[in-house]
């Protein structure tokens, strides 16, 4: 088995910039400037479909220094042709304002051509304009299907938490027996799809008050634990400090046994869940 431990000096907790939908905002841009100045937060993802988060990151690469952070960015499927990938490329580039991105990445799969990816993808490494590149919201088979043209592919990003696991079965094993890097969206969970509420479960929380920590903590500490970066959004500084909040190390396991217990992995193989 390759080693899968992350390969880069990373956090292995990154913010994500759907909030920046449209565009810069001060008081946001304070979020994630306290998140890389206080708590040592080196990832930002963004992607050319949300609306004008690009330009909003813009912002926080200059003011944070563009070497501190490691910025990833998604294509969609439908701008992987051969006009269209450097159109889009160069686009993503000009928002951002940067003449890199660390890691870019297919954002789904749809119809695109896998062949041309791997290509694309490898001619803009090689031309300096993306570091890494992978993939997202991949399942095995898609993964399978792609590496019939490559034997690299940094990361998949996939939506990942303690309510939804369903990558624990077959996914992420195979993920980590080709070296290939998880990344966790939406790791606290999300609105968009039901799932129960961490504050809601009087075991959790009753451990939570012994050890006084913040359940969201508990939650980004699971994922991580796995070696999986987990990427969360907020627009609250002081949501932010809670789930950022330290997590003793001696409350781990009895924490850890009680969210396995209370939010269990399934035992069976089910379609990834895509958000």
């Not at 992607?47 to 294509?75: P, S």
């Not at 159109?87 to 954002?107: M, N, Q, V, W």
């Not at 003793?248 to 895509?274: C, G, M, T």
């Amino acid at each position: 088995m390759k080693n899968h431990r992350w390969t880069h000096n990373l956090s292995l907790m990154g913010l994500g910039t759907t909030n920046l939908w449209n565009g810069p905002d001060s008081r946001k841009e304070e979020v994630f400037l306290t998140a890389i100045r206080e708590y040592g937060i080196r990832v930002i993802d963004t992607a050319e479909m949300y609306g004008r988060a690009e330009e909003g990151a813009a912002g926080i690469l200059e003011k944070a220094g563009r070497e501190n952070i490691f910025l990833i960015d998604k294509i969609l499927p439908g701008n992987v042709t051969e006009e269209g990938f450097e159109r889009s490329l160069e686009r993503s580039l000009k928002r951002l304002g940067t003449d890199y991105i660390d890691l870019y990445l297919l954002h789904w799969r749809e119809d695109a051509d896998l062949e041309l990816l791997v290509r694309k993808m490898e001619a803009a490494k090689q031309s300096g304009k993306i570091r890494e590149w992978g993939v997202s919201n991949f399942d095995t088979k898609d993964l399978r299907d792609l590496m019939k043209y490559t034997d690299h592919v940094f990361a998949n990003q996939v939506f990942y938490s303690v309510y939804e696991r369903g990558i624990e079965v077959e996914l992420l094993p195979f993920m980590r027996e080709h070296g290939i890097h998880p990344i966790s969206y939406s790791a606290l969970g999300s609105g968009y799809i039901s799932h129960p509420n961490i504050r809601d479960n009087e075991r959790v929380m009753r451990l939570c008050a012994k050890w006084q920590v913040e359940p969201e903590a508990v939650l980004l500490r699971r994922i991580t634990e796995e070696d999986v970066l987990a990427l969360f959004s907020t627009s609250s500084l002081n949501h932010l400090r809670q789930n950022l909040s330290a997590v003793p190390e001696e409350s781990i396991r009895e924490l850890f046994e009680a969210l396995d217990e209370e939010f269990p992995a399934p035992d069976h193989k089910y379609p990834l869940v895509k958000i």
